[in-house]
């Protein structure tokens, strides 16, 4: 499964942080590292700094 997804769902409220975990197949300390990690961010174009190629 997308690591974004999983995180995406979390932030959402739809699985808690211990579930969030066990899916990644990581444990709490290492999943807030990931939750605050802006370049798995659910949207793409949210990337701090990233232009399109196209414009």
Excluded: F, T, W
């Excluded at 969030?20 to 290492?30: E, K, P």
């Amino acid at each position: 499964m997308d690591k974004r997804k999983v995180i995406a769902a979390y932030k959402r409220g739809i699985i808690n942080i211990h579930e969030c975990a066990q899916i990644l197949g990581l444990d709490i300390g290492q999943i807030s590292g990931l939750i605050n990690d802006p370049y798995l961010s659910a949207d793409p174009h949210a990337l701090p700094g990233k232009q399109s190629v196209n414009g």
